[in-house]
């Protein structure tokens, strides 16, 4: 029984808002033993005033010592088990760039690569060949035509591009081409059950094609399949929580996480003091509101201590634009850590807080790691955030009598 | 899914050491309300110093208020969930007298009794025979012979021995023959399942051999067959993490316990001294070290306050001759308590520090229960430890893009 057997169950509309405002890879560590995190080191007067308010925590993205991706890590947050649920390495790289995924698609993250005169792989990256050459070719590339299956090809970044497979009966079990070695041949992609076959047909059909397009290119002549992956099925916030869900993001890989789940993406904001002018905005039409801060995470990923400092300084600054619209519970966490020092996402618990009438404060006096250890949530797995935000709410019924 | 599917998939090789230091039965209790535990009686500078360098929190071995066995209690520490991985008994007994079990045995914990004419018995136990006279009546049981089978007996204490059935496709869900009483017949051992039967059959052949050979015992002239039981199946350290693992214990039990998860067993250290030498010597040739150290769950058990603080302190004195070999990841623990207070092994979480660089230090100034409690990993389930242990070092991929 998951966490959403009982949620489904004990769900009650009684109109309260729930505001979710996540910092991407809010958690960090001191530079040197003994100093202080990222967090710590800013000047964050309201998120302490959060911290004073509320109930505090360490959020633990999947399990101890698990450090997640952003997709498991967003699941976690928005409750649904990470372990669980996965979505396949394809899926993502297409809900990364925005494409939004049917029930009919196979998603396959695809790389240029260098061929030799005898079709062996001389650079599994084509030289890591620039954006601006990559794109025309992922054009170029559009002219393929599968009988009975739709094929898309969506340029990501340099020698990164993503295909979508679209038809009937498709299924996503088929084997990476990438040999993951140079002065070999890229390898067949082969189905490994029966639904897939389809799917490895035209994949091979499409092989055979783009082969001959790309065949007089010097860097990008050739290319590799991996990680062909249906759309994940999720249930809906709806269905799950009886939430009618939005989600104000800037970047679209963020926007695909919250589509996964039935969240409404709302606006078209491009900065933090945007977001809060839609969340405003649509304030009476949804019952929660996530929100996305990329760069915390992308300043931790840089190794850069300070501008991560000076990002989550902008990232409190902004926070009275969103409590001034008064949820019901306010929620501030992050999907895992990215300290500066280790340059990379982690495993390490992130500062959580949820403020809300009954959340029963505790003696945390600021917003930050260690000061979360003093707090009423304990470490708790983020999965069970979202039942922690409703309960807040007055949204879910007593279980049992 | 459990957690070595996750480790499985994300485990990579950097060449980083993992030094597990298991002081047995670590965790304790004051003598009476308000006091100190024999940990915090103790005088442990090393152990201070590893709190302060490093994170600390309170290792559950099993679930909150289960008192584990030696078994559960390191299964759990190696990360095998004991809930899911069981030692049957008689495995656990061959174990703990450093048999080693193979693929075709079945073990079983035999008890010496005494019957009377009519083959009631009138003593479970044999009078508490001892060991000198008990011996050579298990020496004698190797007279029987069973056609296709191969059985072995070993002593182990007193009125105990244990018996080996081995041979092809025997099964092991054999009722015992323990009646649980006096003043009446041992039971007849039954099979349980349809591969077991050939064993039952073994066993009912041992019986009748075995009691031909003691008929003129004055106290043993019986015995029953109790916890018959297969090797356990556990996936390996070098599978289920990538870790070439030593294992540095004075004890059978522990050696074998080791050596169920694959562990290999170094040196023949009779001291923790010793055991620092054997880990020095053997430090370039594997990933993982386990050292266990015996005597703060004797002293617990045999509920001596004074003698338990004075073996914490022998514990902290030599543990600068294992640090100094500079591991990436030390871990300080234990498999459980074992408070004198208690005289047993109880569920009371184990104080434990793990120190590492990306650790996450918290505000923990000494070693101990009560301090503990302040630490950044609160507390923690026994399985999760080797999880944070693969992270913090470096061990463990990104789960998810």
Redesign the interface.
Known sequence: MDIHDLTRQLQQDNGSKILMLVADGLGG??QQ??GLTEVETANTPNLDELARKGING?SIP????????????HLGLFGYD???Y??G?GA??AT?IGFELTANDVAVRCNFCTLDADGNITDRRAQRISSEESTPLTAKLRDVSIAGVEVFVEPVKEHRFVVVFRGDGLGGNISDTDPQETGVPPLDPIAIDEPSQRTAHAAVEFLAQAGEILAGEAKANGLTLRGFAPKPVLPSYEEVYGLRAAAVAVYPMYKGLARLVGMQIVGEAQTLEEQAAVVEQYWDDFDFFFVHYKYTDSTGEDGNFDAKVQKTEHFDRVIPEFTKLNPTVTIVTGDHST?S??S??????VPTVIVAPACRTDACQKFG??ES?LGGL??FEAKHLMSLALANAGRLAKYGA
Chains 1, 2 share one sequence.
């Open positions: 560590l001191p033993p003994g360490g999947v399990k101890p010592g698990i450090s997640p991706g952003s997709g498991p890590g990470p372990v669980k996965l979505i390495r993502l790289e990364g300290p020092f280790l990379s996402h982690s495993w390490h618990p790691e260690q250890l304990g470490m």
